[in-house]
């Protein structure tokens, strides 16, 4: 019996969110109470207009998106815009959507949310709501900051950044999402711990198995022209980006797995452990997770750090593209092109 989930997705639109987005709209146990941006790939109003474009490709502009916090609580904003291209799409520079406007005040349109699981008779069959978290994590700290005990209602809190032993993407040792604003990481996984609300790390161990490579965007443009072609087209400049910082054919998409994982948990393993976030000197940024118990700290965390790639690739292509079938299907056609793990060029 598949366990149906509310969710509230803390974004920044953004090419792999994006695709987070479309993957959490295709997925029937997800329904989308409401989408926030943050201050990361794109700023935070430019995210919530990207966020309306990809609502309105799937007819649902009946979602909420309300814009965030536009600067980190600390460090000066840097975005990630020559990586998601200066419009976040890949420079693919889609039309406006003119129909409705991002609402501000997403900080409190997330504690509204959340409170409002208080009201709920014992055992009442609502789904549980959680938070998916797929930027940096200022939206969430402010949050924290203004009403600690709103997050008691929060059934999961999964964040996809950070990583325990994987090199980081914009330093040696950091993730972009908890790079960019290293004070809100730490305050959330400092503040969540102490409530009891352990974050879900799905971090770059597990995000950097899951490869978008030009095999499979043919057989998606094979299964559905358009669809296959609109997500060729955003991921293009990030195909670009891959090739020339990682030598990687094909692009890392990382927020989608964060999504597909609260979908159905057992698609990623890990370990319990306390993770703090270094807010200085050169490895700020840094998620440390103390998988040795050093610091005898109540686990705040569950870092994620095994998944099966073929598994969430049959996932996403299944969901996203009807015409392929079944996941046997889908998986018999994967098995034949998808890179297996390591075996990369
Ligand atoms: O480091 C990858 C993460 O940072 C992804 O969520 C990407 O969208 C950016 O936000
Ligand atoms: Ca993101």
Request: contains cysteine; charged residues 25%; proline residues 6%.
């Amino acid at each position: 019996m598949m366990q149906k989930k509310r969710i509230l997705i803390d974004c920044d639109p953004g090419i792999d969110d994006v695709l987070a987005l479309m993957f959490a709209l295709a997925s029937p146990e997800l329904e989308i109470a409401g989408i926030t941006t943050v201050c990361g790939n794109v700023p935070a109003a430019l995210g919530a207009e990207n966020a309306l474009r990809i609502l309105k490709r799937a007819g649902r502009l009946d979602i909420p998106v309300y814009v965030g916090e536009e600067k980190p609580l600390r460090r000066e904003y840097v975005s990630a815009q020559d990586t998601h291209g200066m419009d976040g799409l890949g420079e693919t520079f889609m039309e406006p959507v003119q129909e409705i406007r991002p609402r501000e005040g997403a900080v409190d349109f997330l504690l509204e949310t959340l409170w409002a699981e208080a009201g709920q008779p014992e055992g009442a069959e609502r789904a549980p709501l959680s938070v998916l978290a797929l930027g940096p994590m200022t939206n969430l700290a402010r949050a924290l900051e203004k009403d600690p005990e709103a997050f008691a209602f929060a059934d999961r809190v999964v964040s996809m950044g950070g990583s325990f032993r994987s090199h980081g993407n914009c330093s040696p040792t950091a993730e972009y999402n908890y790079w960019c604003d290293p004070d809100a990481a730490a305050f959330c996984y400092q503040r969540l711990g102490e409530l009891g609300k352990p974050i879900h790390m799905v971090g770059l161990d597990v995000t950097r198995k899951i490869v978008l490579t030009p095999n499979v965007l043919e057989y998606m443009k094979q299964l559905d022209g358009e669809l296959g072609g609109f997500i060729q087209q955003i991921t293009r400049f990030y195909f670009d980006f891959h090739w020339k910082q990682e030598g990687v054919i094909g692009c890392v998409i990382n927020d989608p797995l964060a999504a597909a994982y609260l979908a159905d948990e057992t698609l990623c393993g890990g370990f319990d452990a306390y993770t703090a976030i270094e807010t200085e000197g050169i490895c700020l940024g840094q998620s440390v997770v103390d998988s040795m118990d050093f610091w005898k700290k109540k686990p705040n965390s569950r870092v994620l750090t095994q998944v099966d790639p073929l598994r969430f690739m049959t996932m996403f292509v299944t969901r996203l593209f009807p015409a392929a079938g079944t996941e046997e299907q889908v998986r018999r056609v994967l098995e034949q092109i998808l890179v297996p793990e390591g075996g990369r060029a």
